[in-house]
T-cell receptor, first 116, second 113 residues
Framework: AQTVTQSQPEMSVQEAETVTLSCTYD???????LFWYKQPPSRQMILVIR??????QNATENRFSVNFQKAAKSFSLKISDSQLGDAAMYFC?????????????FGKGTSLLVTP | SQTIHQWPATLVQPVGSPLSLECTVE??????LYWYRQAAGRGLQLLFY??????ISSEVPQNLSASRPQDRQFILSSKKLLLSDSGFYLC????????????FGEGSRLTVL
C-alpha cells in the first residue's frame, strides 16, 4: 500500500534562512509522481512542486527545491530565503493507484513557522 | 482555463440535520472528482472519488454519501449529521487516466453543534 510519512509535525525558520521538510514514502509502483502542497491559513491547497520518479534531476521552482532519493524513498522539500508568506502547513503526497482514479495519499503535514 | 468551485464556504449545522456540499469544475470534461476531509490539525482523508457520471467509490464507511449527477458536478451529502462530521471538506479534481496533481476547491468548513 502507498504510504506517506512526515515525521516533523512542526518546524521553525527565521526569515531569509533555509529550511528542509522531510518526507518518506512507500510504493510498489516504478513510475510515479510526488508532490508537495502548501496550505496557508486560508486553507486553499496550493501545489508547490512536483517530481517525476523516472527523472533523476531534482525539481526546482524558484526558492523551492526537492531532494529526491528514489532508492531510499525520500522526498524532502527545501525552502531557501524563507519569507513570512511561506508560513503554512506543508503536505507531501503520492498518487494512490488507478483503482482510486489516482487520488493522492497525503502525509499528516508539517506546520512551518517563519519568524522575523 | 480550468476552475473549481465549492460551496458553501462555511456551514454551522445542528446534530441530526441534513447536509449538502456542492462542487463544480469548469473548463474540462470527464474529470476525476474527489472529496477529502481534514479534521482539525490533521492530514487529508479521502472520502469519495468518482471517475464518471454516476460512478462513486467510497474509501471509508461513514455517515456521508456522494453523488455525481453531471459530468462536472460532485455533491457530498448526509441525511443526519453527527458531531464527528465536523471538519474542513475539500473537493478536488484531476485529469482522467493520469496520475497527476490534484486541483483543489476553496474548501467548506462544517461545524456540527
Amino acid at each position: 500500500a502507498q504510504t506517506v510519512t512526515q515525521s516533523q509535525p512542526e518546524m521553525s525558520v527565521q526569515e531569509a534562512e533555509t529550511v528542509t521538510l522531510s518526507c518518506t514514502y512507500d510504493t510498489s509502483e516504478s513510475d510515479y509522481y510526488l508532490f508537495w502542497y502548501k496550505q496557508p491559513p486560508s486553507r486553499q491547497m496550493i501545489l508547490v512542486i512536483r517530481q517525476e520518479a523516472y527523472k533523476q534531476q531534482n525539481a526546482t521552482e524558484n526558492r523551492f527545491s526537492v531532494n529526491f532519493q528514489k532508492a531510499a524513498k525520500s522526498f524532502s522539500l527545501k525552502i531557501s530565503d524563507s519569507q513570512l508568506g511561506d508560513a503554512a502547513m506543508y503536505f507531501c503526497a503520492l498518487p494512490k493507484n488507478s483503482n482510486s482514479g489516482y487520488a493522492l495519499n497525503f502525509g499528516k503535514g508539517t506546520s512551518l513557522l517563519v519568524t522575523p | 482555463s480550468q476552475t473549481i468551485h465549492q460551496w458553501p464556504a462555511t456551514l454551522v449545522q445542528p446534530v441530526g440535520s441534513p447536509l449538502s456540499l456542492e462542487c463544480t469544475v469548469e473548463g474540462t470534461s470527464n474529470p476525476n472528482l474527489y472529496w477529502y476531509r481534514q479534521a482539525a490539525g490533521r492530514g487529508l482523508q479521502l472520502l469519495f472519488y468518482s471517475v464518471g457520471i454516476g460512478q462513486i467509490s467510497s474509501e471509508v464507511p461513514q455517515n456521508l454519501s456522494a453523488s455525481r449527477p453531471q459530468d462536472r458536478q460532485f455533491i457530498l451529502s448526509s441525511k443526519k449529521l453527527l458531531l464527528s462530521d465536523s471538519g474542513f471538506y475539500l473537493c478536488a479534481w484531476n485529469g482522467a487516466g493520469w496520475p497527476g496533481e490534484l486541483f483543489f476547491g476553496e474548501g467548506s468548513r462544517l461545524t456540527v453543534l
